[in-house]
Structures are given as structure tokens and as C-alpha cells.
């Protein structure tokens, strides 16, 4: 059986609101993925493996570093 802490891992993306600003709207757009706001001020952005690499990617070529 999976871990669940890696499978989790490999299905969402977890960032600072802030770090989203002009690029959510694009990211909805273009990924098949859904942006969910938490009470921290953080996003988790999350979608099937493939999307969240795609997206990782996409955040890395517009500035945004991820842990």
C-alpha cells in the first residue's frame, strides 16, 4: 500500500496566497487542477500527479519557488 504522505505530495501543491497573485486565473485556465483557499493565507492547488507536475513547472518559469 502507497503512503499516503507521498501520495499527497504527489497531488497538491501547497503556497502562500500571495504568491498566486496574477498567475491564478491562468493556472485555472490552463490545468486541470482546483486552487483551495486555506485560513493561513496559504493555496493548496491540487489535481491528478501529472497536473501538479505540469503546474510545479509552470510556477517554477514564473518566479514562484516551491519547498
Known amino acids: 500500500m502507497s503512503d499516503p504522505s507521498r501520495l499527497r505530495d504527489s497531488t497538491q501543491i501547497e503556497v502562500p496566497a500571495e504568491r498566486l497573485e496574477g498567475l491564478r486565473e491562468e ?4 490545468f486541470t487542477v482546483t486552487i483551495v483557499e486555506g485560513q493561513s493565507a496559504r493555496c493548496r ?3 491528478s500527479p ?7 513547472g509552470f510556477l517554477s518559469r514564473h518566479g514562484v519557488s516551491l519547498p
Request: hydrophobic share 55%; net charge negative; proline share 0%.
Open 27 to 30: 493556472i485555472e485556465a490552463e
Open 45 to 47: 492547488i491540487i489535481g
Open 50 to 56: 501529472v497536473e501538479i507536475k505540469a503546474v510545479s
